[in-house]
Nanobody, 131 residues
Framework: HVQLVDSGGGSVQAVVSLTLSCAAS????????MGWFRQAPGKEREGVAI????????YYSDSVKGRFTISRDNTNGTMSLLIRRLNHEDTAMYYC????????????????????????WGQGTQVTVSS
């Protein structure tokens, strides 16, 4: 079976960086898109960063472009999200997700960030930003 374990969250001050990690097992890593979604209390869940099967392309939501960097290491089934210049709007529960059912040749930035495309989810890791 496929299992995702996400970690790396915490409570941090502004103007620091934080790296979230997702450890995947039970599948062949390079057959899955992987990504990160977040949900703040009272807000809708938002796709923030997606990386393709081989790690060759990444897609980011407009709200995080320039600050978030997603990467993956298919040799050990891990994925990471580097968050730079954190601010209070980044406070949310962050979820690792993976899918084998995403086929994207156009409109990829929109399609890949659609949560409906993902069938496997981590338990979530909390990020809290405060001064």
């Amino acid at each position: 079976h496929v299992q995702l374990v996400d970690s790396g969250g915490g409570s941090v001050q502004a103007v620091v960086s934080l790296t979230l990690s997702c450890a995947a097992s039970g599948y062949t890593p390079n057959t899955y898109f992987m990504g990160w979604f977040r949900q703040a209390p009272g807000k809708e869940r938002e796709g923030v960063a997606i990386i393709t099967r081989g790690g060759g392309s990444a897609y980011y939501s407009d709200s995080v472009k320039g600050r978030f960097t997603i990467s993956r290491d298919n040799t050990n089934g891990t994925m990471s999200l580097l968050i730079r210049r954190l601010n209070h709007e980044d406070t949310a529960m962050y979820y690792c997700a993976a899918t084998k059912n995403l086929f994207c040749t156009s409109y990829c930035e929109k399609v890949a960030l659609d949560e409906k495309m993902y069938e496997y989810w981590g338990q979530g890791t909390q990020v809290t930003v405060s001064s």
